[in-house]
């Protein structure tokens, strides 16, 4: 029973690096997606449709939970496009980015010259020919921070309230202070 708990997590780990690796590509790859979410179990598969808000109470059969979620992944994929630039950040959604995530979102390179933290060249920002993504809200935070931590549940209600007009993230000051720094964040929250 723990053998096959470890191998059903490292299948979801797999159809979701598959889904991450497909967002970066210009199409979603609806095969390969449906073969990779037939090798779960039904269980997972109600998991992962309830994690994305889906009722699967009235369906009965595997294939059909197969397809809900594979549409509910196609959706996602589709409406991250010309959200995310790096395809990590969803409408309506607060989501926790590491240096590489938000570097990307920024659409800044990292020049790879700084030690501690990557040093920024924000010269590919507004280039002719760049989609236009929506703005973004981020929340630099600590997790020792009682006051960042009243902010959650605000974030969250502004990350619905905005939906697809506003990326909203958070940045962990603790795990990334180069990067923190070099926003001039001066103070929490």
Known sequence: SEQSTSSNTSKTTSTTTETKTQSQTQDFDRQTTLQNLRTLEIKDLRTQLS????????????????????NVMEQKFEASKNF????????GK????DDAVLLRELGWRPSGNA?????VDATNTGEKGTPQH??????????????CQFLVPQLQSAAE??????????????????LAGQLKVAGLP
């Open 115 to 119: 030690r501690d933290a990557p040093a």
């Open 134 to 147: 929506a703005p973004i809200l981020l929340d630099v935070y600590a997790t020792w921070c009682g006051p």
């Open 84 to 91: 995310s630039r790096s395809g990590e950040v969803m409408p």
């Open 51 to 70: 994690q994305n808000n889906v009722r699967w109470g009235n369906i009965i059969e595997k294939e059909e939970l197969v397809q809900a979620l594979c």
């Open 161 to 178: 309230e905005f939906g697809p007009d506003v990326r909203v993230m958070k940045l962990d000051s603790d795990k990334y202070p180069g």
């Open 94 to 97: 607060v989501t926790d980015v």
